[in-house]
């Protein structure tokens, strides 16, 4: 796995930086530059190994039109990458307009959390040689919520569509080491759905396709556990160390020191990572 300048043996924590005044988690809100740079210092402090800068909250609200996404991301990537020249910048963003002027600011990653919407966008991924997401969402149009969405298998169908887009990405010159697949966690599904879709990574990890998963403070943890946004850490730790047993490889998240921490411990159980310290029963 490549993203920007590196390659990925283990597993990476992609830090969530919202450009946006109404993301559904007010701690991640950080709409002004000064705050939002803050924000990135502090992810890649904690441990960060992406950072994923979004223009455009994913759920239904205000319209946000191109030429406003732009200006919330597109000098910010260039004042990113002058600050932290090796750090691996992605773009939350479904429009090819707005990832055409990322890429030109210096993005290394397109993150298409709506399932090729925007056919053009991965067109705009291999000419600019930059990694690509595909997400599962369904078919659903961006920034709408699933209603009596019905599968008769989701992973079959998240399956069907995330290697469909992932294998028409590489025929139109997207470097295959570079592009991600996504279940797409509450993305065009219920809470049942995301659960499934959880329970059965390793089918998606199992196609070689590196895995990413957006779990952090999502509704699907929320319903199950029936907690507001504000206290779903917790559940969505417990999420991250099923999907990354099952061989996740990406991890965006908003708390990541946490996460990190998590991933961690799980290549140590699994025996990919040694302790930091192995004292205990020697001194």
Known sequence: MRLGRHEFGGTAVMAIVNRTPDSFFEGARTPRDDEAMRAIEAALVAGADVIDIGGVKAGPGREVTPAEEIDRVGAFVADVRRRFD????????????????????????????????????????????????????????????????????VMADVLHRTI?????????????????????????????????????????????????????????????????????????LAATAVCAWLGARVFRVHDVAATRQVLDMVESIAGERDPAHTIRGLA
Do not use: Q
Request: charged share 25%; hydrophobic share 40%; aromatic share 4%.
């Open 86 to 153: 090796t750090a691996v910048i992605s773009v939350d963003t479904w429009r090819a307009e707005v990832g055409e002027v990322a890429c030109a600011a210096g993005a290394d990653l397109l993150n298409d959390a709506w399932g090729g919407h925007d056919p053009a966008l991965a067109e705009v991924a291999a000419r600019y040689d930059v990694g690509l997401v595909c997400t599962h969402a369904g078919g659903l149009a961006p920034r709408t919520r699933p209603h009596r969405v019905g599968y008769e298998d």
């Open 164 to 236: 469909g887009l992932a294998e028409r990405a590489v025929a139109l010159g997207v470097d295959a080491e570079r592009i991600l697949i996504d279940p797409g966690h509450d993305f065009g599904k219920n809470t049942r759905h995301s659960l499934e879709v959880t329970r059965r990574l390793g089918e998606m990890v199992a196609t070689g396709w590196p895995v990413l998963v957006s779990l952090s403070r999502k509704d699907f943890i929320g319903e199950t556990l029936d907690l507001p946004v504000a206290e779903r850490l917790p559940g969505t």
